[in-house]
């Protein structure tokens, strides 16, 4: 298994944002982390990414230990994070450029390879334009193209394609694919689009309330709840009630000391 997880948990002070979730993904796989807004998607991403550190339980990725090695386990994963991590002072090109050095992408490869992912999201004729400039979606369009510059083992998509037209959506999704089957690159995402789930992933893990309440591959999952389509089952699964986003608690505080909302 490229990923495993086991009894998961992540505590800010006494809340508990995830609650001994365990899963395991095998290599190659495409797999759909679903739940309501609060759920604990975010906060599991930012475990298995290296960004928190969990309160108790235990994470391999690729082989690795996220907790004790750290670089061995970042080189293994790209990840494409719900909130922007682009530098809007630099342009497309030196964001990606950057993004080589820091992850060893051979000198030699770096240009052919900057070129065809900024063509693939249809930015390589806005590359020396500074990212400041760019609408949200290019934005997105421009992540998306780091984190497969160096072609991870593994990828974490954090609502990838939020904000995005179907037609860019249809797009991405479908180039995913292609280098999910060609290099056998392990899928990790989240997503408010149910059908995409539906559609994209060979197996779907749902959570709500810090919790796993379901795991199957889509097909599984509908059948079991007896209804015609993933959306629904997903609401079966999860209930009627509309959750609001919760914000990590040692973000509220740093909003509170500086004075943001």
């Known amino acids: 298994?490229?990923?495993?997880?086991?009894?998961?948990?992540?505590?800010?002070?006494?809340?508990?944002?995830v609650d001994k979730i365990s899963f395991e993904?095998?290599?190659?796989?495409?797999?759909?982390?679903?739940?309501?807004?609060?759920?604990?998607?975010?906060?599991?991403?930012?475990?298995?990414?290296?960004?928190?550190?969990?309160?108790?339980?235990?994470?391999?990725?690729?082989?690795?230990?996220?907790?004790t090695q750290k670089d061995k386990a970042r080189q293994s994963f790209g990840i494409v994070f719900q909130d922007a991590s682009v530098d809007e002072e630099l342009t497309a090109y030196e964001n990606?450029?950057?993004?080589?050095?820091?992850?060893?992408?051979?000198?030699?490869?770096?240009?052919?390879?900057?070129?065809?992912?900024l063509e693939f999201v249809e930015l390589w004729d806005?590359?020396?334009?500074?990212?400041?400039?760019?609408?949200?979606?290019?934005?997105?369009?421009?992540?998306?193209?780091?984190?497969?510059?160096?072609?991870?083992?593994i990828l974490f998509l954090d609502e990838p394609t939020q904000g995005l037209d179907p037609q860019t959506r249809n797009h991405i999704?479908?180039?995913?694919?292609?280098?999910?089957?060609?290099?056998?690159?392990?899928?990790?995402?989240?997503?408010?689009?149910?059908e995409e789930a539906e559609k994209i992933a060979d197996r779907v893990v749902v959570v709500d309330h810090g919790k796993v309440v379901a795991v199957g591959?889509?097909?599984e999952l509908i059948s079991k709840a007896g209804v015609d389509?993933?959306?629904?089952?997903?609401?079966?699964?999860t209930g009627n009630t509309i959750r609001e986003e919760q914000v990590d608690p040692n973000e509220?505080?740093?909003?509170?000391r500086f004075g943001g909302r």
């Open 1 to 17: 298994m490229i990923i495993k997880v086991q009894d998961l948990v992540k505590k800010f002070g006494d809340f508990v944002a």
């Open 25 to 67: 993904v095998p290599e190659g796989e495409i797999l759909a982390f679903l739940g309501p807004n609060g759920a604990g998607k975010t906060t599991t991403i930012k475990m298995l990414t290296t960004v928190l550190s969990p309160t108790g339980g235990q994470i391999t990725l690729n082989g690795f230990n996220p907790l």
């Open 96 to 117: 990606m450029e950057v993004h080589a050095v820091l992850y060893n992408v051979p000198r030699t490869e770096r240009k052919k390879l900057i070129q065809h992912l």
């Open 126 to 153: 806005r590359k020396n334009e500074f990212v400041k400039n760019f609408s949200g979606g290019m934005k997105r369009r421009l992540e998306i193209a780091k984190g497969l510059l160096h072609h991870p083992k």
């Open 173 to 194: 999704w479908e180039y995913i694919r292609k280098i999910n089957q060609e290099e056998k690159m392990t899928v990790f995402f989240t997503t408010h689009y149910i």
């Open 217 to 219: 591959t889509p097909e």
């Open 229 to 237: 389509n993933l959306e629904d089952a997903f609401i079966k699964l």
């Open 252 to 256: 509220q505080m740093m909003r509170r």
